[in-house]
């Protein structure tokens, strides 16, 4: 009987240890085949800008694996700006201060389906560069008697209004959630004050507190047409397109004057 209990433990040991140890590589194979199975899709991948422009909007389409959160970034090439601060001096309003911020994104908008605290740890969404805080982070700001706080405040602001940045107050929902893939599908506004260029759109896979993937697509818009041949007039050739536009001028002002001439006549 003793020699029985001495067989019988280690061969319910190896039995177990033969059970588990298949599983352990199937899972991993499983769960690296999901994520290599995420995908982003941007369509158009190109906004053309002609006469008649007055916006646009182009489609986001993301394949996520069930119970991972996303987090959406579009984001321009980093620039610098030149700002004119108004102040009061005496019973006039003239510019009394100079600010240059640097690193700053032509355009920056964020989306996500769940709260980035909620995603990931704060330091960690600060790393990605993901949100206002993020951002703060990455523009160097020079010049100026105010606070780079409250001077970025005040400039965020200021793209908001001009609908250069945004960050959505509404998750994202799949459009459906069978297993075990999500289909994230929304439309990005694209005004007609967005500067020409690539941009960017940036997905940040998370699951666990941590982004698991990232994958990114190209947007580029571009002026055509007549739009395109006075734009590089005015920065290849300033002065002719000085004074082709002194000429236009003046011609409109000859033909209203003369127009007004005719029908005082009648």
Known sequence: MEFTKKLTIPTLLFSVLYL???AVPVLYARDSTTVQNM???VQPGEIKISGFYHGSKFNVEIFVPAHYEIAVKFAGKPTTIVLERKGRKGIFWLNVDEITLKNTPQAYMLFFSEKLSDMAPKDTILSLG????????????TGGQIEK???LTEFF???EKSKLYHIS???????????????YSFLIPVN????????QVVVYFFKDGKCAKKLSDTLTIQKVGFVKFVFDMALEHAALYGVLAILIAVVAGF??????NFLKKK
């Open 169 to 183: 107050n509404e998750m994202l929902q799949p459009e459906n959630s069978s297993d075990p893939f999500e289909r």
């Open 157 to 159: 602001r200021f793209k």
């Open 39 to 41: 995908k982003l899709q």
């Open 130 to 141: 993901l949100g206002y805080d993020a951002l703060s982070r990455q523009i160097e700001g």
């Open 192 to 199: 007609s004050a967005m500067p020409v260029g690539e941009y």
């Open 20 to 22: 588990i140890y298949p």
């Open 255 to 260: 033909s209203i004057g003369i127009l007004f």
């Open 149 to 151: 706080r409250e001077m």
